[in-house]
């Protein structure tokens, strides 16, 4: 069985495309999806790309790829900024996660300046639009075929 990198997005990015377009770019959630299957599957990887509004689909995906130790390549989207429960829920299952963002928070509202999830997170990617998620990707790639030290 090829090991399988998780890919888990939080609310309004299901609107990848048309949502304000200036700041996240004209890419669809499926564009992304698609781009970054083709890579993980030359590379022997499988991906789980998954989408959902709800705080608690993420904390139950969260666990989920832990269990079965699984990276995780997550978008939280607003819940970055608000959210507890997922970053418990990354601390206490011990979810190795990157963190990405299509936009630079830092350059946008105060409100976007913090995120609770870093602080346990593995890295932190940020403001290369959809690129963000290849870079991701790519990081987690290159550490996979690292020799362990
Ligand atoms: C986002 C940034 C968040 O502040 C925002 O709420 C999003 C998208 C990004 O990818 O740039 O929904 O996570």
Do not use: C
Not at 33 to 39: D, G, K, P, S
Not at 41 to 64: C, M, P, T
Not at 71 to 86: F, P, V
């Amino acid at each position: 069985m090829k090991p399988a990198i998780h890919v888990l997005n939080g609310p309004n990015l299901n609107l990848l495309g048309t949502r304000e377009p200036e700041t996240y770019g004209r890419e669809t959630l499926a564009d992304i999806e698609a781009r970054l299957t083709a890579t993980a599957g030359a590379a022997g990887f499988d991906i789980l790309f998954r989408q959902s509004n709800h705080e608690g689909d993420l904390v139950d995906w969260i666990q989920e790829a832990a269990r079965t130790g699984a990276a995780i390549i997550l978008n939280a989207g607003a819940y970055t900024h608000t959210s507890i429960a997922l970053r418990d829920a990354i601390s206490g299952s011990n979810a190795h996660v990157i963190e990405v963002h299509l936009s630079n928070v830092h350059a946008r509202e105060d409100f976007r300046h913090v995120s609770l999830i870093a602080p346990v997170a593995a890295g932190v990617i940020l403001g290369f639009g959809s690129l963000s998620y290849d870079l991701a990707l790519h990081g987690l790639l290159a550490k996979a075929s690292q020799p362990k030290s």
